[in-house]
């Protein structure tokens, strides 16, 4: 019988306590990353909110407020005022209304040397200037893109990593009550 182990009665009591002790471990590392996890994945899901795509963060007031002053900080707000201002002209359903605007548009952002010029280049500057006349709703769609581009590409994943951004996903944390839930579990887990 060489190589068999016998185990007494007091072997088995002392094996199911430690079962019983290791299965009650077991449960509550299984159960605590849970909780972990559906921080994080709030956490996420508010990010996605947030930093998801630049359409995402202008679709949201706080968000265009928070991007505004980052380009400020940048010393090129001019870009986003001029999408903001594509976006309400394509809303004007008057061509009165639509002419007006579009030559303030024009005369705002877009003219050589004017109080918020945005950059573009002159090919797109001289077909918005022959457009005047009778602007269409899409007058500067070729315009807002570009520059829509410029900050997507630039001024956006530079924005992400800003203290504006922290700011900004703080903020949308207390409002969802993320903190309170945070540091429940903090006490709950220690």
Same mark, same amino acid.
């Not at 849970?34 to 679709?59: P, V």
């Given at each position: 019988?060489?190589?068999?182990?016998?185990?007494?009665?007091?072997?088995? #009591?002392?094996?199911?306590?430690?079962?019983?002790?290791?299965? *009650?471990?077991? #449960?509550?590392?299984? /159960?605590?990353?849970?909780?972990?996890?559906?921080? *994080?994945?709030?956490?996420?899901?508010?990010?996605?909110?947030?930093?998801?795509?630049?359409?995402?963060?202008?679709?949201?007031?706080?968000? /265009?407020?928070?991007?505004?002053?980052f380009l400020k900080s940048e010393f090129c707000e001019e870009s986003l005022d001029f999408w903001l201002a594509c976006q309400?002209?394509?809303?004007?359903?008057?061509?009165?209304?639509?002419?007006?605007?579009?030559?303030?548009?024009?005369?705002?952002?877009?003219?050589?040397?004017?109080?918020? +010029?945005?950059?573009?280049?002159?090919?797109?500057?001289?077909?918005? *200037?022959?457009?005047?006349?009778?602007?269409?709703?899409?007058?500067?769609?070729?315009?807002?893109?570009?520059?829509?581009?410029?900050?997507?590409?630039?001024?956006?994943?530079?924005?992400?990593?800003?203290?504006?951004?922290?700011?900004?996903?703080?903020?949308?944390?207390? +409002?969802?009550?993320?903190?309170? #839930?945070?540091?429940?579990?903090?006490?709950?887990?220690?």
């Amino acid at each position: 019988m060489t190589g068999l182990y016998k185990t007494s009665p007091m072997d088995l #009591h002392v094996t199911k306590r430690i079962d019983i002790a290791w299965k *009650s471990r077991i #449960h509550t590392l299984i /159960q605590t990353p849970l909780l972990w996890r559906k921080i *994080s994945r709030q956490e996420t899901n508010e990010a996605n909110l947030l930093g998801e795509s630049l359409e995402t963060l202008l679709s949201k007031k706080s968000g /265009q407020v928070a991007f505004r002053e980052f380009l400020k900080s940048e010393f090129c707000e001019e870009s986003l005022d001029f999408w903001l201002a594509c976006q309400e002209f394509q809303t004007f359903d008057s061509p009165e209304e639509r002419t007006q605007r579009a030559a303030s548009i024009y005369e705002e952002f877009i003219k050589a040397d004017s109080p918020k +010029q945005v950059n573009l280049d002159f090919y797109t500057r001289e077909i918005i *200037s022959q457009s005047l006349q009778q602007p269409s709703p899409s007058c500067f769609t070729v315009a807002q893109k570009k520059i829509y581009s410029l900050m997507e590409n630039g001024s956006f994943p530079r924005f992400i990593q800003s203290e504006n951004y922290q700011v900004l996903f703080q903020a949308a944390s207390k +409002q969802r009550g993320l903190g309170k #839930h945070r540091k429940a579990v903090r006490i709950k887990s220690t």
